[in-house]
């Protein structure tokens, strides 16, 4: 049997090996575009290499301690644990598949666990001295008497030691890549996304920048434009970028306040934000779902009367819950994708940018879209419940398709 240090060591070498490998892993172009992905999948690596059991992976516990959930935040409304788990399975199968595919130790993450699972193709030098040590080995003696026949045996065992567990390794790996390919539900982002995906031109991301003032010592407050970006439309603009990144598609932020027509005129436009961006209150103004700035509201001009206002309103523009508009359609003046992602407050902009760049809840939302959607123009308000200062995932209350 092997000694107490010698299980230690083998031990320490398998933990160095996984650390090194989550490295090499995050730093790959499958995951160093996602912030979630990153965190929930070293998470969930130091959580194994600690020795904690997978049922201890909890949902609650890991929208709380990696996602900054809430204690009593609801799992049933806020899913961002399984999309990204989701998404982590996803990405591994891609890194196992492309540049991943000789590494010597292979992690995937089965379905219906949070926690990783570690299988080394081959032994590390510790394993070698461990399995060395656990044999009694012959004395010359002994050796010099053993038949040719046994130790041909053993020459053959051992020959056949490495090309099993390598093979094995790759099989672990097919499996995971062609479960999740079996599993993986529709991409419906990028039938959302097409129009800009396809377009040979860099994509514009053109952000609101709210009005800002300092206070001099005189008692004078004097505006400061073009100095700041809140906190919600940052958030949607980063969702855009990484998504954007990922399916390798050029990308330029520009700011709504400074950003001149023409240069909007020259290729796909996302417009975050709507009260302090121009162009999507100028560029929606004449769509079906258009926002009412002095009343914090969003309109149906096809039924007057008919609108989502925001109540409760604090001074600094805070809400218990949000409306946004999500809007596809090719501009009439240029013929080139626009694409909203506006709330009436900065909150409704953050859910919007994480529900259209969210394949999972475009799935569940165009369910019941009409068919040949993915050529037609659209729209989609959305609903969010505010807690505390995260949007909650929304809801559709009213799509549109022409």
């Known amino acids: 049997m092997s000694s107490p240090d010698t299980r230690a060591a083998m031990s320490k070498a398998h933990e160095e090996a996984a650390r090194a490998q989550l490295r090499r892993i995050l730093e790959s172009t499958f995951f160093r575009g996602s912030e979630r992905c990153c965190r929930f999948l070293e998470y969930s690596v130091r959580h194994v290499l600690r020795g904690g059991a997978p049922v201890e992976m909890k949902e609650r516990n890991i929208g709380i301690e990696v996602f900054q959930r809430s204690p009593t935040y609801d799992t049933a409304q806020d899913n961002v644990v399984r999309v990204t788990a989701n998404e982590v399975r996803k990405r591994l199968a891609q890194y196992y598949s492309c540049k991943g595919a000789h590494e010597t130790l292979v992690m995937g993450l089965p379905l219906g666990t949070y926690a990783v699972t570690l299988q080394y193709a081959t032994p590390t030098p510790s394993d070698s001295t461990h399995d060395l040590s656990a044999q009694a080995l ?14 041909g045996k053993r020459a053959t065992r051992r020959s056949w030691g490495i090309p099993a567990v390598l093979a094995l390794a790759l099989i672990a790996s097919l499996a995971t890549v062609f479960s999740y390919l079996l599993t993986r539900p529709h991409d419906v982002a990028q039938d959302a996304w097409t129009p800009v995906l396809e377009s040979q031109k860099i994509a514009l991301i053109c952000v609101a920048q709210p009005p800002a003032y300092t206070h001099l ?22 969702e855009v970028a990484r998504f ?6 050029s990308w330029r932020m520009v700011a709504g306040n400074e950003t001149p027509s023409q240069e909007l005129k020259s290729g796909p436009i996302i417009l975050i934000g709507a009260n302090t961006n121009p162009w999507t209150l100028r560029l929606t103004e004449n769509l079906r779902f258009s926002f009412d700035v002095e009343r914090a509201a969003v309109i149906d001009r096809s039924q007057p009367g008919k609108e989502w206002q925001l109540t409760n309103i604090t001074p600094d523009w805070k809400a218990p819950q949000d ?14 994708p626009v694409i909203v992602l506006a ?3 900065n909150s409704g902009t953050q859910a919007a940018g994480e529900f259209f760049t969210s394949p999972e809840m475009l799935n569940a939302a165009l369910r019941q879209a009409p068919k040949g ?11 969010t419940r505010i807690i505390g200062k995260t949007p909650e995932r929304p809801t559709v209350v009213a799509m549109h398709f022409w």
Not at 217 to 233: A, E, H, K, N, R
Not at 325 to 331: E, K
Not at 373 to 383: D, G, R
């Open 343 to 345: 709330g009436v407050t």
């Open 323 to 336: 409306y946004a508009i999500v809007s596809r359609f090719l501009s009439p003046e240029t013929g080139e």
């Open 217 to 238: 010592s005189t008692g004078q407050f004097i505006p400061v434009p073009d100095s700041f970006v809140g906190v919600g439309d940052a958030y949607a603009m980063s």
């Open 373 to 383: 959607w993915k050529e037609k123009n659209f729209q989609l308000v959305l609903h």
């Open 244 to 249: 954007l990144t990922a399916r390798g598609k």
């Open 138 to 151: 012959p004395d010359q003696s002994s050796e010099a008497a053993t038949p040719l026949g046994k130790l």
